[in-house]
């Protein structure tokens, strides 16, 4: 019998994963099924609980669900823990693993898709919502220093608070961003959805005070290409168009880009081996994606 999974959102009907997914099982000689599902704002518990009668054996999650996964989750990995969110369900049973392969899916596509090493990178960090809990953990794990920015300041210390214990983590202000410079830029806020960019600093200054916080200060009085080191690489979480964040990096002398379409086939994949334990060849399927 054919094994039926799927992907439920809010809305759904944009998601790649069922494509994403039907590749893979095609290349792996899986026999499985994998639709989109629209639930209803106020029906995702009724929706998964349905599938798990009806002998699904696993979903995907994606907003504005993630936090009710987490909620609804039987068991949860660790690193759903630490993310408070949940884009992976798998049945087993009675039981609800809940996981979180976001983070996995955006340092695989970093290091190796990309071939930027995070071992002692210093990195920024934007927003303080799901989307940079969900990958917090998996980069301070792949031994980077981390700096979160916010337009609250006060979320970014609690961001930073949480994962205190697993790596070099601070939060900030974007305005005290200003002096600083990081060899990798993550932009995981909903900015790009609307068009527009975090209030980075520019690299106009040529007389700065030094940061408070010596991993990531350059020193007084130096010209500086704004937040940007040498070989730094700008990372958009958004992916289909090049995006503000992603143009104010190339002008901001930003040495490498990317969108994040290669987090969205790796965390699939991490969800893929999670359901199936096999793990799919990705590079064919991002090569494939990026044509569409």
């Known amino acids: 019998m054919t094994d039926r999974y799927a992907v439920i959102g809010n809305p759904i009907s944009h998601s790649k994963s069922p494509l994403i ?15 989109a599902i629209l639930a209803p704002l106020n029906g995702f518990r009724n929706t998964v609980l349905t599938l798990l009668d009806e002998g699904c054996r696993g979903v995907n999650v994606t907003v504005p669900f993630k936090f009710e996964a987490f909620q609804l989750a039987t068991q949860l990995t660790v690193r ?38 995070l071992q002692g990178k210093r990195v920024l960090l934007m927003g303080a919502g799901g989307a940079a809990y969900g990958v917090a953990l998996p ?7 981390i700096m979160v920015a916010n337009r609250t300041e006060d979320k970014a210390h609690k961001l930073a608070a949480v994962f ?34 975090p209030p980075l600093p520019r690299g106009e200054s040529a007389s700065l005070t030094s940061s408070p916080n010596p991993p990531f200060s350059i020193g ?8 940007f080191a040498p070989n730094a690489l700008a990372y958009d979480m958004m992916y289909g168009k090049e995006t ?49």
């Open 21 to 35: 997914h039907t590749q893979f099982a095609y290349q792996t000689g899986q026999d499985l099924s994998y639709e």
């Open 80 to 117: 759903a823990q630490a993310a408070q969110a949940v884009n992976t369900l798998k049945f087993d049973g009675t039981e609800i693993i809940g996981d979180n392969t976001d983070g996995a899916g955006l340092v695989v596509d970093i290091e190796r898709n990309l071939e930027f090493t």
């Open 139 to 145: 980069l301070l794990n792949a031994g980077a220093t």
């Open 164 to 197: 205190a214990a697993h790596g070099s983590i601070q939060g900030s202000s974007y305005i005290a961003l200003a002096g600083s410079q990081f060899d990798c830029v993550i932009n995981a806020t909903s900015s790009s959805l609307a068009d527009s960019l």
């Open 220 to 227: 007084e009085n130096m010209k500086h290409r704004g937040i």
């Open 244 to 292: 503000p964040f992603l143009l104010f990096a190339k002008e901001q002398g930003a040495a490498q880009f990317a969108d994040g379409l290669g987090m969205l086939v790796e965390q699939a994949a991490e969800s893929f081996f999670l359901w199936r334990n096999i793990r799919p060849d990705t590079a064919p399927i991002i090569a494939k994606l990026r044509l569409i």
